[in-house]
């Protein structure tokens, strides 16, 4: 299984646009990248996911360059209900296995 | 998106008694489920992948005797912590897969069991 890196935590304010960049060397072929933020006590909810290039959705983009070795999650304009835990994953295509979760990136944003 | 549920949400058990968690795809046939722990301000570990019909397939370090899961239906895993103790309190998580073909990887996350063993 691919191991992700991500930084441990980060600082931001209210409106800024935060980008938490995701190393995954090892990715494999079939590899898909997605992201999830999680609440505390709550469980994962996803935000993005894409194979290559850039995805956008109506949350988030998510950039990947083309040797698909990182990724960056882009969130335009936060808020203080963006405080939370990002997590980078890399999974297979399939999805017939579990996804694993690496530290993640503890997101506080100020006002 | 699709749901996935869990209960009970929260669950306070005294020490050598038994608690099971449900899990359950609302809206979807979940023919894998995966069943994580998380430990505060801690990521999440997984423990087991259920499929529906068969054995479980635990993580290195898990007892199976202690996480029993069963997995009856394409919507319903459950996971029982045997004779629970203090250091089996955290936080439950499960997670399901779509049962068809899926143009991505996407698994559905529950909104997690806090067990406190006292």
């Known amino acids: 299984l691919a191991k992700t890196t991500q930084p441990i935590s980060m600082d931001s304010y209210e409106g800024q646009e935060v980008n938490i960049t995701c190393s995954h060397n090892?990715?494999?072929?079939?590899?898909?990248i997605t992201w999830y933020q999680q609440f505390p006590s709550q469980g994962p909810r996803f935000i993005i996911q894409?194979?290559?290039t850039k995805v956008t959705n109506e949350v988030a983009s998510l950039f990947i360059p083309a040797d698909r070795k990182s990724s960056t999650l882009s969130l335009p304009r936060v808020s203080l209900s963006d405080t939370a835990v990002y997590y980078c994953l890399v999974g297979d295509y399939t999805g017939r296995r579990a996804l694993t979760f690496g530290s993640g990136t503890r997101l506080q944003v100020q006002p | 998106g699709a749901v996935v549920s869990q209960h009970p949400s929260r669950v306070i058990c005294k020490s050598g008694t038994s608690v099971k968690i449900e899990c359950r795809s609302l809206?979807?046939?979940?023919?894998?489920m995966f069943w994580y722990r998380q430990f505060p301000k801690k990521s999440l570990m997984l423990m087991a992948t259920s499929n529906e019909g068969s054995k479980a397939t635990y993580e290195q370090g898990v007892e199976k005797d202690k996480f029993l899961i069963n997995h009856a239906s394409l919507t319903l895993s459950t996971l029982t912590v045997t004779s629970a103790h203090p250091e089996d309190s955290s936080f439950y998580i499960c997670?399901?897969?779509?049962?068809?073909?899926?143009?991505?990887?996407?698994?559905?996350f529950g909104p997690g069991t806090r067990l406190t063993v006292l």
């Open positions: 997670s399901a897969r779509f049962g068809g073909s899926s143009s991505y990887n996407e698994q559905f």
């Open positions: 894409g194979y290559k």
């Open positions: 809206d979807f046939q979940a023919t894998t």
């Open positions: 090892n990715i494999a072929t079939n590899d898909y």
